[in-house]
């Protein structure tokens, strides 16, 4: 198995709202709406960020206030990583637009 794949997905890691041209509350709640969200996780060399197509019935928004810039949101979605599918499954704080996540393997495909 690839070993970042693998690191991954082994208990929560640091990770960040993916955004640009800046991190901001507007331009998440931007990307939620179209469906595609980028998830760094930080503490790998260099940070590896994810583009997840979010999985809307999976995710949570219920407790944010993205007005407020407060509040949880749960993100879930899939993407292929190094010829591997898999979720990423993070929660982010909106004040930081930080927080935890990991990566749940869904199949290995062939390369």
Do not use: W
């Not at 994810?50 to 899939?78: C, I, N, T, W, Y």
């Amino acid at each position: 198995m690839d070993e970042l794949v693998e690191r991954l997905s082994k208990g929560n890691h640091p990770v960040e709202a993916g955004l640009r041209p800046e991190r901001t509350v507007e331009e998440l709640k931007a990307a939620i709406d179209r469906g595609y969200v980028h998830v760094k996780f930080t503490a790998t060399r260099g940070g590896t960020e994810l583009g997840v197509r979010l999985d809307m019935d999976a995710s949570d928004f219920s407790k944010a206030d993205f007005d407020q810039g407060k509040g949880p949101v749960h993100l879930e979605g899939g993407l292929t990583l190094n010829y591997l599918k898999v979720r990423c499954i993070s929660d982010l704080d909106l004040e930081t637009l930080e927080g935890k996540g990991h990566l749940d393997i869904v199949e290995e495909m062939s390369p």
